[in-house]
């Protein structure tokens, strides 16, 4: 007779002393882990719970100016520092650390239309309503010097952007016309212009970096080269663009924030149809701006909130508001990807998490293991009813609320007539046009 | 031992390595001393750069082992010669890596833990949905490989029982096993004498490491029976019909003659239960945190134990409900009726999921196995069947036991243990999990009393049989799973381990909705309200989205885009889609005419009606 009975020596499997670990041995063996799925399931529900839970993304307004933000500007540098202009020509430097405004200059008479960053960090320039460019210093006077700009370039008419060359010492405006100049000289290399219009915006490609995008106030978009003397081409859309971004990881990708309430990323390549149309805001969309990830953007709106939207989805994943928030004019993401920007017409910039449950501050290896196994079981059930209800549900303020809900009859009635139209006529006659292709009116090359 | 590496083709033989450690270490500036030893001279400093040179043709020479990482069947040695060709690898200093590559993983060990059916082709979808899935299940098999390879680290061996050629291992009784074996165990065996107090009922906490048992005349106890430590003893001055630990030690539900009692491990009556009346068998779905009783009237009652409410109440309507199991696998209650069938409950359902007819009399035992592939039933015709759980419900196997067996019970590692009047008999089969073969018992033991007991205690050698004579503890070598999974249920846990681990699983309390009888039900796609969505999708906007647009030619270049051309290529993509349609519906076909036709019947003029 041969017998072995399974016998333990406890030694092996109880601490010694008080002062160890305790000891955990571990078998995956699937019999002893039953309901592997429905226990996974609970656990990525709990996980849920707890993220909407935790969803605090507001961490800080900074008041100061006395009156509307108009315009916002990272420093390419630096990640704490963030410059605003206002809407009475004064522009801040701020500390994000310190939550504090570190330098004023009254840089205009009027509104600061556009500010933008060498991007050195080391200067900055401004335009305003008084018809000219000021370049200034990044750090402010010394001790007993008057607050000067470097340079002032004084131009024939009103500027309504600026925008830094992401390499070159060269800068472009729009007004009239888009205007690219030398730093050294006081006189436009080139001004681009198609047709009688008054631009509103400019944004250099930060990848192909001849590149620039502009938004007029006639309904299209206009893309330029550098290199050339004239534009390159326009897409024309049922209404006005406030402005452009460009995608900092895909070259060709730009999304444009629009007036008729929705976002439109193009490619530049085929801009006949937009690659997707983001639409979840209930008023005129005034600023966009892109994740340095490429992965999602935020935009402000003029309904008082900002909303986050993946790049490849046509509904916002996020929104931020207040009860204090005004119309939001701009928006901005900061370069670590964290935190996002926004000055709106009650004076304040606010910052907020670009992701809202995430928890600030280092996270020892245990939490962060934690959190990302929690991650990925979000991910694996999130088209489980239950879960995907928990995790979208969002509290809008009432008047968000309510335009939703009569522009989704608004919506809904227009889809009808369309349908009713099909029917009604010879078959063939009529055309479903998709949503994406009927906003963009024309493409002129 | 599978886990341990099979010498690959790219690895020296034996010999070779043993010299090598006999010999004093070698530095690797230093020359050779005797270059013809296996081939494996590293040559003059010159000729070492050239060995840096083969390296990137390592993964020619372990290409199957690259491959996949799990080893098909056992490599074949090649001959020396041919081995001499490939080149032994080298490192920089000369040495060679003996087990080169990724280590073999054996079939068998994966395949335990793939939890993706490879037979499955994936289904026809967009290429980027496609892709997805496909990462997703490379990334299942390394996951699987990994966890494969993590065996190696498992401490202990099961235990076994062999006789010696033609000895019968039923022969060898109980005191023989206790003779041979170390004293550890030797004290897992032991008898309570306790004539008093009627037929016990017994119950061993999820860990292993506590015993409760209640008699029909009232006591009840619960002991940690490893150090023989009594928790508590009492007498309910009531009958015991059924005695059962909560998810810890700390809870102990009691069925006694008129309702339920919730005891904690001190004797403190903490719970009188009095919806549920009657008791007369006690299950406990430890995932779920529910009590399932089952009671004279008829009635399979859900208690959630965690908040203290009725989940559900099921009336079986099959009479009075004395023969209760749990599917441990999916959380399935069984339940045996007297006229010889089981029914399958799950407290989402008003009526049985299953009804599965196993005897002719009425039922007496039913056991699941820890796998949920088996299901064991005696009842009163004496006979003991084992049926398959996974779909068909069919019976494996079936015998007639002289008395037929009135307990049933399964161990970890699937062996079946009856109790049949006085005596106890326990079948094993070949391995783990599988199917126990009815022909020859593996032990027999010959109690004090008729049996009212059985349960095979987890993580130990032990199967507990209590009995009218007291509770006896037996040893059954090979019964219990060796190594436990420490955050699961440790035997060795200490009060604060317990503590933590009682949040967790309180945490994950798996809701009662969930139980169904494929578990893993959760993760699949749920076609049915798929289909339905995409019905109300189409409703609601008057077409289909999904569909595609016919085609439209692009223009080319100058001089090839005359409308004829177009037309023509226009032509050329339809009647392509039309051929794979007719295709598509003639693979359909033949399957309906093989069907439509009788096997191997002469064709009668009755055929044509035959649709």
């Known amino acids: ?445 | 031992m599978e886990a341990v590496p099979k010498p690959g083709s790219n690895v020296p033989p034996k010999k070779d390595k043993l010299q090598g450690k006999k010999k004093k270490p070698r530095r690797y500036w230093e020359e050779e001393t005797t270059p013809t030893a296996a081939g494996a001279s590293p040559g003059p400093p010159r000729k070492r750069k050239r060995n840096r040179e083969l390296r990137p043709q390592k993964p020619k020479n372990t290409h199957s082992a690259k491959k996949s990482r799990i080893s098909q069947k056992p490599q074949v040695p090649k001959k020396p010669r041919e081995r001499r060709s490939l080149g032994p690898q080298r490192s920089l200093s000369g040495a060679q890596d003996p087990f080169a590559g990724p280590a073999p993983v054996p079939v068998e060990v994966v395949q335990k833990f793939c939890r993706i059916d490879k037979s499955k082709k994936l289904p026809r979808s967009e290429t980027k949905i496609r892709s997805r899935l496909e990462a997703a299940e490379a990334q299942e098999e390394e996951i699987s490989v990994k966890a494969a390879r993590s065996e190696l680290l498992l401490a202990e061996e099961p235990g076994f029982l062999e006789g010696e050629d033609g000895e019968d291992t039923a022969k060898i009784c109980q005191a023989d096993i206790v003779e041979a074996v170390d004293i550890a165990s030797a004290a897992k065996h032991f008898d309570l004498n306790l004539r008093q107090f009627g037929p016990y009922r017994l119950n061993y906490s999820r860990t292993g490491r506590h015993l409760a048992f209640g008699g029909r005349r009232g006591h009840v106890a619960a002991l940690d029976w490893v150090t023989k430590k009594l928790m508590c003893e009492i007498n309910v001055m009531e009958a015991v019909r059924d005695i059962r630990f909560l998810h810890s030690e700390a809870l102990l539900a009691v069925a006694q003659n008129r309702w339920l009692h919730i005891y904690d491990n001190q004797g403190i009556e903490l719970h009188c239960i009095r919806r549920c009346d009657r008791i007369t068998r006690l299950e406990f779905l430890p995932f779920h945190f529910l009590l399932a009783t089952a009671s004279e009237t008829g009635f399979l009652t859900y208690l959630d134990v965690s908040v203290g409410k009725i989940v559900a109440a099921l009336n079986a309507r099959a009479g009075r409900l004395d023969v209760m199991t749990q599917n441990p696998y999916n959380a399935i209650i069984h339940l045996g009726h007297s006229n010889g069938t089981v029914s399958l409950w799950s407290p989402a359902m008003k009526e049985p999921l299953a009804k599965i007819l196993c005897h002719r009399g009425g039922v007496r035992a039913v056991a699941v196995d820890s796998t949920g592939t088996h299901m064991a039933t005696s009842g009163l015709d004496h006979q003991l069947k084992i049926f398959d759980l996974r779909g068909t419900f069919q019976p494996l196997s079936a015998r007639t036991l002289p008395q037929g067996a009135g307990h049933l019970a399964f161990s970890q590692r699937g062996l079946l243990a009856a109790g049949t009047g006085d005596v106890v008999n326990i079948w094993a089969g070949q391995g783990k999990a599988s199917l126990p073969s009815l022909e020859q018992p593996y032990l027999t033991h010959r109690l004090l009393g008729h049996v009212h007991g059985l349960q095979f205690c987890p993580f130990e050698d032990v199967l507990g049989v209590g009995h009218s004579g007291g509770i006896t503890s037996m040893l059954v070598p090979g019964a219990a799973e060796p190594n436990f999974d420490g955050l699961e249920s440790n035997p060795y846990r200490s009060r604060k381990q317990r503590q933590e681990w009682e949040v967790k699983a309180l945490l994950e309390k798996v809701p009662a909705e969930l139980i169904c009888l494929d578990p893993r039900a959760l993760a699949e796609v749920d076609v049915i309200s798929l289909e339905q969505e995409k019905k109300e999708r189409l409703e609601r906007l008057g077409y289909d989205p999904d569909t595609k647009p016919p085609f439209q030619p692009k223009p080319k270049q100058k001089g090839r885009s005359s409308t004829a051309s177009l037309v023509k290529r226009k032509r050329k993509v339809m009647d392509e889609e039309h051929r794979d349609k007719v295709r598509q519906s003639l693979e359909q076909q033949p399957q309906k005419q093989e069907k439509a036709k009788p096997m191997g019947a002469r064709p009668s003029a009755l055929d044509r009606f035959v649709r």
């Open chain 1, 1 to 445: 007779m041969k017998v072995k009975m399974l016998s333990r020596n406890p030694d092996s499997y109880v601490r010694e002393t008080k002062l160890d670990l305790q000891r955990v041995p571990r078998n995956y063996d699937p019999t002893l882990h039953p309901f592997e799925v429905p226990r996974e399931y609970v656990r990525a529900l709990n996980a849920t719970k707890l993220e909407r839970v935790f969803a605090k993304p507001f961490l800080a307004s900074l008041d100061g100016h006395r009156d509307g933000v108009s315009c916002l500007a990272k420093h390419p540098k630096s990640l704490a520092t963030v410059l605003s202009g206002a809407c009475d020509g004064e522009v801040r430097i701020w500390n994000l650390t310190k939550r504090k405004c570190i330098h004023t200059v009254q840089a205009h008479e009027g509104f600061v239309r556009g500010i933008c960053t060498r991007f050195c960090g080391t200067s900055f320039f401004t335009v305003g309503d008084d018809k000219t460019v000021k370049q200034w210093k990044m750090d402010g006077p010394g001790y007993g010097e008057e607050e000067e700009p470097l340079h002032t370039i004084l131009g024939k008419t009103v500027y309504t952007g600026i925008d830094h060359h992401w390499k070159e010492a060269v800068f472009a405006t729009c007004g009239q016309q888009v205007d690219i100049w030398d730093e050294q000289r006081t006189s436009p290399i080139c001004s681009m212009t198609w047709g009688f219009d008054s631009i509103s915006s400019v944004k250099f490609n930060p990848i192909e970096t001849f590149l620039l995008g502009s938004c007029a106030s006639d309904r299209n978009i206009v893309l330029y080269d550098m290199r050339q003397a004239t534009p390159l081409k326009k897409v024309i859309l049922d209404m006005r663009t406030n402005t452009i971004c460009w995608n900092p990881m895909e070259a060709f990708i730009f999304t444009a924030a629009n007036e008729d309430y929705n976002l439109y990323t193009f490619d530049m390549r085929a801009l006949d149809t937009p690659v997707m149309v983001h639409m979840d805001h209930v008023s005129a969309v005034l600023d966009v701006d892109y994740s340095p990830t490429g992965k999602d953007f935020v935009s402000a709106s003029f309904d008082k909130s900002i909303r986050i939207f993946p790049v490849d989805k046509s509904r916002s994943r996020e929104v931020y508001h207040t009860k204090r928030m005004q119309h939001v004019i701009c928006v901005k993401w900061t370069s670590d990807s964290k935190y996002i920007m926004c000055g709106s017409d009650e004076m304040n910039i606010r910052l907020w998490k670009a992701n809202a449950s995430e928890k600030l501050g280092v996270l020892t290896s245990r939490e962060k293991a934690a959190t990302d196994y929690n991650q990925r079981l979000k991910e694996k059930f999130q088209h489980h009813p239950h879960i995907k209800r928990i995790s979208r549900h969002r509290h809008l303020p009432k008047s968000i609320y309510s335009q939703i809900q009569e522009q989704r009859i608004m919506k809904e009635a227009r889809r009808r007539k369309e349908l009713n139209r099909i029917k009604h006529s010879k078959p063939g006659s009529v055309q479903r046009v998709s949503e994406k292709k009927k906003r963009v009116v024309a493409v002129v090359k």
